[in-house]
C-alpha cells in the first residue's frame, strides 16, 4: 500500500487496496478489525493496481493514478462500481504509470509525481480541475533539482504553496539505502529545473531510504516514514510553515 | 495492507526543542554548551506558535545535538530572549536542514521474527527478522532466563547481504544452506552457505518477480517453488537457479484461486501443494508485447492487471498437485468462517499425522487441520491465548527429528516451541527473545505512506 489520505472534514481516511483493486474509506477512529464505511470498486472504476492516492476534502474528491498513466478521480462519497467523474490522460500530460500525487485544494492544483528515466523525475503541475490530454502547468525536474527518484507519497503545503517530497538517493545500495536521500521543499511557483528550496534528514542526514511525508500543521512537524530505518521519525520544522 | 497502526502521539514535552535552540544558536551568534548555563530556567507556559522562529533557520548539527536534551522550560525562556533578535540574526540562514536531528522516531530496536526454521542436522534455528533485517541462528535447545533476550550464535546482515523484510525461509537439508526471501522490497532471493556471517554478500541471488513471499523445495525434483503475492501466482525454479534464470514453470490464472498468496508447503508422500492465500486477487491478460526481457518466464504482472476486476475475499488453503503449471485448478480449498483463518500466513505439514499448521497472524493464533480437510470446516487444534505468547504469528516449522513445532511471533519479540500436538493457551516449552519481555511493540513492517489524524494528534501508518 503506497497511499493514505485522512480527511480532518470528514474525519475518516481512505487507503487503495490494490490486489483487490479497490479504494476503501474507513471513519477516522476506526480500530481493530473494523469494516470500510464505503468501497469503490468495480468493472467501471477502470483501477487497476491501485497504489496511490488523495483526498480533496473541499471538493469531495478522489484522485488516484492507473499503472497506464492516467489519473482517475471519484467522488469522495461513491460507492461500489462507480465510474471516475474526471480522467487526465494522453501524451501531452506527460503521465508515465503509477505514480505518487497530492491535491492542493486552496490553489487548485494537482500535482503528480513522474519518470523520465535516467535516474530522474519530475513533478508535474496541473489544474485541480484538469481532464484528457492536457499539457501540465509547470514542471519541475532536472539535474540541480536533484529529483532523484520519489521516495513515496508527498505532502503540499497550500498556505504557503509548498511541496514537501522525499527523494530516493544515488548509490551502490539505493535500492536498499543511500546517504543522498532526503526530503526536499519545492514551491507551486517553481517551474523547470529548480533546486529545493529546503533539505532536511540529508543528503548524508539520518534518513536513508524516505517514504511518505505527512504535516502536523499545528504542531509545524513533518512526518517522514523511512523503509531502511523501517521507522516513523518526527522532524520539527517550523520553516516550512 | 499488513497493519495500520493508530500511533499515540507522544509530543508535548520537547516539541519545540530544535527550533528555539537555534533561534538561541542564532541569537548568541555561537554553538555554544547550553548544558552548563545557570540560566536556562524557567517555569514560563508555553508560548503560542506565533513566538517561534517562522524565518528560515541554518541549522548547526552539533547544537541540534544538544537542543533534544534541553529542558522545554529553558527553551521557553530563551525564545523569550530571542524573540526581538531573531528576524535579523537569521536573515543571512541557509536553507539546509540536512541535518537536521528528528525529535521523535518510532522504531522498535529490537528483531521482529516473520520466518522461523530449524538446521536439524547441525542443531540450529534460523530467525528471519523484518525489523532489522538481518537472519539470527541460535542453538535450537538453548534454554534462557524466562523473561530476557536469548544468547545469539550467528548473524547475517548488513547492505551487503540484499536482507530487507525477508519473509519465507528455507534451510537445505543437506548441508545447511540459509534461503531466504526478500518481500517486496528487494526484488531478490538470496541464498547463504551455514559458514556465513556479518554483512556478507549472498553465495547466490536469484533475481524474482516482484512481490515473492512463501519458498518450499522439493529436493526429489530439485525444484524450488516461490509465492508471488502481487500477481496471485507461483513461480517454480530448478533449486539451483541463479542470477536471471527463469522459472521451469508458473502456476497463474483465473482458475487457480490463488488469492493474494503467501507461504507453501509440499506434501512429499502425496505429491501435493498446499498455499496459504489472504484473500484479494484480480484477472492479469498479457498487454501487447512488452514483457520485460531480463524476466523472461515471469509471471504476467501489475501492469497486466485487468481493471475492474479485483475481489477482496476470504482466506483460504489452496491445494494442488506438486506438479502443477498455468491455470491450475486447486485440488481442494479450505475456506470459510469454521477455519477461524484471519490472514494465514506460514504453513507447516506433519505428512506422518497428515496434518497442516497454520500461523494465522490476524487471529494470533497457531491452527491446524486435518490435512486433508476441504471447505469450511474447523481446526482440529488451536494454540492461542496469553499463555501461549503466540501474537501476530507469521512463521511456523515442524521440526520431526526433535518432534517440536516452532513459531515466529512477529508481534512480541519472540519465537516459541510447542509440542506438535499442543492444544489451547499451553506455555511454550522454551522460548527465543530478541527483546526483555514486555518491551513495545510498534509493529513496523515496511512503512511506506504517512498520515496525519489531527482531529486526534495521531500517525496513521498501513505497513
Known amino acids: 500500500m503506497h497511499g493514505i489520505a485522512y480527511d480532518p472534514i470528514h474525519d475518516e481516511f481512505s487507503v487503495p487496496q490494490q490486489f483487490g483493486q479497490a479504494i ?108 484528457g490530454n492536457v499539457k501540465p502547468k509547470a514542471v519541475i525536474g532536472g539535474p540541480k533539482s536533484k529529483l532523484y527518484s520519489f521516495g513515496g507519497p508527498f505532502a503540499v503545503y497550500p498556505q504557503k504553496g509548498e511541496i514537501i517530497v522525499s527523494v530516493r538517493g544515488p548509490g551502490p545500495y539505493a535500492e536498499m539505502s543511500s546517504e543522498e536521500a532526503y526530503v526536499g521543499v519545492w514551491n507551486i ?53 | 495492507m499488513r497493519r495500520l497502526l493508530l500511533q499515540q ?102 528483531a521482529a521474527y516473520s520466518a522461523v526454521a530449524v538446521d536439524a542436522a547441525h542443531d540450529e534455528v534460523v530467525l528471519t527478522d523484518e ?32 536482507i530487507e523484510f525477508q519473509c519465507g ?9 540459509i534461503y531466504a526471501v526478500n518481500n517486496d522490497t528487494i526484488d531478490t532471493l538470496v541464498v547463504f552457505s551455514r559458514q556465513a556471517i556479518g554483512d556478507v554478500a549472498p553465495d547466490r541471488e536469484l533475481h524474482t518477480p516482484h512481490g515473492t513471499f512463501g519458498i518450499t523445495v522439493d529436493e526429489d525434483k530439485q525444484e524450488l517453488f516461490l509465492t508471488v503475492q502481487h500477481d ?65 518466464g515471469f509471471p504476467l504482472d501489475r501492469d497486466d492487471a485487468v481493471p475492474g476486476t479485483g475481489k477482496i475475499g476470504p482466506p483460504s488453503i489452496t ?45 494470533n493464533s497457531v491452527l491446524v487441520f486435518d490435512a486433508s480437510a476441504q471447505g469450511d470446516v474447523a481446526p482440529i487444534r488451536v494454540i492461542k491465548g496469553p499463555a501461549s505468547l503466540v501474537s501476530n504469528p507469521t512463521g511456523v516449522f515442524l521440526d520431526k527429528k526433535n518432534n517440536e513445532l516452532w513459531v515466529a511471533n512477529f508481534g512480541n519479540h519472540t519465537s516459541a516451541v510447542y509440542r506438535p500436538d499442543a492444544n489451547g493457551d499451553v506455555a511454550p516449552l522454551r522460548v527465543i527473545r530478541s527483546a526483555p519481555a514486555g518491551q513495545p511493540v510498534p509493529g513496523l513492517g515496511n512503512p511506506h505512506p504517512l498520515a496525519y489524524d489531527s482531529k486526534r494528534e495521531q500517525i496513521l501508518v498501513p505497513n
Open chain 1, 24 to 131: 476503501l474509506t474507513y471513519r477516522g477512529a476506526a480500530n481493530g478489525e473494523e469494516a470500510p464505511i464505503r468501497v469503490i470498486q468495480g468493472p467501471h472504476t477502470q483501477l487497476d493496481a491501485p497504489e496511490h492516492l488523495d483526498v480533496d476534502p473541499v471538493h469531495n474528491e478522489i484522485f488516484m493514478p492507473t499503472r497506464d498513466g492516467s489519473i482517475l478521480v471519484f467522488p469522495r462519497e461513491g460507492r461500489g462500481d462507480v465510474a471516475p467523474i474526471r480522467v487526465l490522460k494522453g501524451p501531452d500530460t506527460m503521465l508515465r504509470g503509477d505514480a505518487p500525487l497530492a491535491v492542493d485544494p486552496v490553489n487548485n492544483l494537482l500535482i503528480v509525481g513522474g519518470g523520465i528515466g535516467g535516474g530522474q523525475v519530475r513533478l508535474l503541475i496541473f489544474n485541480r480541475t484538469d481532464s
Open chain 2, 9 to 110: 502521539r507522544l509530543i508535548a514535552k520537547g516539541r519545540l526543542a530544535i527550533p528555539l535552540a537555534l533561534c538561541l544558536a542564532a541569537w548568541l551568534g555561537q554553538t555554544g554548551d547550553f548544558r552548563r548555563d545557570p540560566r536556562l530556567v524557567s517555569l514560563d507556559a508555553l508560548p503560542d506558535d506565533s513566538a517561534e522562529c517562522d524565518p528560515p533557520l541554518a541549522p548547526a548539527s552539533g547544537l541540534l545535538l544538544v537542543a533534544g536534551e534541553l529542558p522545554l522550560r529553558n527553551l521557553l525562556l530563551q525564545e523569550r530572549l530571542f524573540q526581538n533578535r531573531a528576524a535579523a540574526a537569521l536573515a543571512v540562514a541557509a536553507n539546509d536542514a540536512s541535518q537536521r536531528k528528528p525529535e521523535r522516531m518510532i522504531r522498535d530496536p529490537y
Open chain 2, 319 to 363: 491445494v494442488y498437485s506438486k506438479g502443477a503449471t498455468g491455470n491450475a485448478r486447486p485440488l481442494r480449498t479450505i475456506q470459510g468462517p469454521q477455519t477461524q483463518m484471519n490472514w494465514p500466513t506460514g504453513i507447516a505439514i506433519d505428512e506422518d499425522r497428515n496434518e497442516l499448521y497454520i500461523a494465522n497472524d490476524g487471529g
Open chain 2, 232 to 296: 496471485n501466482a507461483i513461480v517454480v525454479y530448478n533449486k539451483a537457479a541463479k542470477g536471471t534464470e527463469a522459472p521451469i514453470r508458473v502456476v497463474q490464472g483465473d482458475d487457480t484461486g490463488l488469492a493474494d498468496p503467501h507461504a507453501m508447503v509440499l506434501d512429499t508422500k502425496r505429491n501435493l501443494l498446499y498455499v496459504t492465500n489472504h484473500g484479494s486477487s484480480h484477472q492479469v491478460r498479457e498487454k501487447g508485447n512488452r514483457r520485460k526481457a531480463g524476466s523472461p
Open chain 2, 169 to 177: 525461509l528455507y534451510i537445505d537439508p543437506a548441508n545447511g544452506d
Open chain 1, 189 to 241: 511557483k517553481d517551474n523547470g529545473d529548480v533546486p529545493p528550496h529546503w533539505t532536511i534528514g540529508g543528503p548524508h542526514g539520518i534518513l536513508r531510504m524516505p517514504r511518505g511525508i505527512a504535516l502536523d500543521v499545528k504542531n509545524r512537524n513533518m512526518l517522514v516514514s523511512d523503509k531502511r530505518l523501517n521507522a516513523v521519525l518526527t522532524f520539527h520544522f517550523p520553516e516550512i510553515f
Open chain 2, 131 to 162: 525489523n532489522l533485517f538481518n537472519i539470527w541462528i541460535y542453538d535450537r535447545g538453548a534454554k534462557q532466563p524466562p523473561n530476557e533476550k536469548s544468547e545469539l550464535k550467528r548473524l547475517i546482515g548488513g547492505l551487503n547481504t540484499k
